[in-house]
């Protein structure tokens, strides 16, 4: 979708028209996911916080004024909410770097002969230890970075979704910058495979041991998929790289749904006068 088509949605779902609300929730709700992912560090906390995001998207639809382009206003409510939110489940480990470091070394295996299962389950590996990286910086460091990273924000909307100056949003993306890039290549063998220990292959026993990946659900990818997925981690030498690698999971039926949901007149007094759409 074009930003023009974008404007003109939003322009008609501020006028009341429900398909045209629809559209725009449906529009910004991966991006709303992504963000929210990346922040919280847990699969089940980041749809909570979505629909969350959401439903502030929707309730405070008139207020945009088109001061940013209106994914950038999105970012800001969704910004706003992620750092007032309670702790995730993943957050409440109050992870350090240096504590994350050690529970990273903690149980490797030799690393075992590939196999399609265990690239998949290495996959769920890599994806889970770069999402509980994240949460080794503090909320605000990760915002900065993860807008500044992986959404490729500049610095002038950066510093405007977060309410700080550009200055100040400079320099805390830098400093996030430094200490991820300090942590990956010292221990993560995706970033440095000659000289760090912790390969994602060599988690899988203890992170299947742990609780933290269950082979029962783990995705079950075509050969092309899983011969794909092993490129890209192999191509990966710079921490953007990684982060950008995620995979994004929005159940879409699901998210369809609950985007349905959040339309249902009698909550939500945008839809009710008949008259506006």
């Not at 969704?78 to 504590?99: I, P, Q």
């Not at 230890?129 to 924000?153: K, P």
Request: charged share 25%; aromatic share 4%.
């Amino acid at each position: 979708m074009t930003a023009e088509d974008l404007a003109e949605l939003v322009e008609r779902a501020q006028g009341g028209d429900r398909d045209a609300v629809e559209a725009v929730l449906t529009a910004v709700g991966d991006d709303v996911h992504r963000l929210a992912l990346r922040m919280t560090g847990s699969r089940d906390d980041a749809l909570d916080a979505t629909q969350e995001i959401l439903v502030k998207v929707l309730t405070r639809l008139s207020t945009f004024h088109h001061q940013a382009a209106f994914t950038t206003w999105v970012h800001r409510v969704a910004v706003n909410h992620l750092l007032d939110r309670k702790r995730s489940a993943v957050e409440r480990y109050e992870m350090t770097f240096g504590a994350f470091a050690d529970d990273l070394h903690d149980g490797l295996t030799a690393e075992p002969n590939s196999s399609p299962e265990l690239d998949v389950l290495a996959r769920e590996v890599k994806h889970g230890c770069t999402l509980a990286l994240l949460t080794c910086l503090d909320r605000q460091a990760r915002v900065a970075y993860v807008l500044g990273e992986v959404f490729d924000v500049s610095s002038r909307d950066g510093a405007w979704i977060c309410e700080i100056s550009e200055p100040a949003y400079r320099q805390r993306l830098s400093r996030a910058r430094t200490a991820v890039r300090h942590f990956v290549t010292a221990h993560c063998g995706l970033v440095s495979p000659d000289t760090a220990r912790c390969h994602c292959r060599r988690r899988v026993t203890v992170a299947v041991t742990l609780g933290r990946i269950d082979p029962a659900v783990a995705t079950n990818p075509t050969a092309a998929e899983v011969d794909a997925a092993v490129a890209e981690m192999e191509r990966l030498y710079d921490t953007a790289a990684l982060l950008r690698s995620l995979p994004d999971r929005l159940a879409p039926g699901q998210a369809a749904a609950e985007i349905r949901a959040l339309l249902t007149p009698s909550r939500y007094r945008l839809l009710t006068d008949p008259t506006r759409n």
